[in-house]
């Protein structure tokens, strides 16, 4: 990517969002944001107590990511946010409209098996069913990249950088 762009890295939960995002931010030379430092406390709340958001939480949510992405155009940066369903991801477009996607993808049981082993995360394995259900991948008309998260992470992080490399220079 030729001009510092900013990069959302999204997936279901387990997927390495992050890992991965810091160091794909480090390897562009760009900030990092935690998406699920964008929370309010409601939502942290309702996801530990393993009861899945619904939209009315993640309006708010969405929109401080997307006001953080903006302040960011043509400074670069990378954050982390599940962005599942492409009204999200439309709604994140409409603050930031050059954000570009980076999809963590994944076989299911390699995602659970990640999630059952790290520690201190508000989000229980028992909701990877929901997120599943609620993914609508990207489409061919968004801006943005699948990457299959087996390996490493800096071997993710590769394929993420390279990936990324590898959009129109229209999209990056």
């Known amino acids: 990517m030729s001009t510092p762009h900013v990069v959302v890295v999204m997936g279901v939960a387990g997927t390495g969002k992050t890992t991965i995002g810091p ?6 030379g760009v900030p990092y944001a935690e998406g ?5 406390s409601a939502n942290i709340a309702k996801m ?3 009861t899945p958001l619904d939209d ?11 006001a953080w992405a903006h302040e960011r155009a043509g400074l670069g940066g990378v ?8 009204s999200y991801r439309d709604r994140l477009r409409a603050e930031a409209p050059g954000v570009v996607f ?6 299911r049981a390699l995602i659970e098996d990640r999630m059952t082993h790290r520690q201190g995360h508000f989000m229980p394995t ?19 990249v699948a990457v299959d998260v087996a390996g490493s992470p800096e071997e993710i992080t590769e394929r993420a950088a390279d990936a990324l490399d590898g959009l129109p220079e229209s999209v990056a």
Request: net charge negative.
């Open 56 to 66: 009315n939480d993640r309006w708010p949510w969405l929109d401080a990511i997307g």
């Open 48 to 50: 530990s107590a393993g």
């Open 79 to 86: 954050v982390s946010c599940s962005a599942l369903k492409r």
């Open 23 to 28: 160091l794909l931010a480090a390897r562009l």
């Open 102 to 107: 980076v999809h963590l993808t994944g076989d």
């Open 126 to 144: 028992a909701l990877l069913d929901s997120q599943f259900a609620t993914l609508q991948p990207l489409q061919a008309d968004e801006a943005g």
């Open 36 to 40: 699920d430092d964008f929370h309010p």
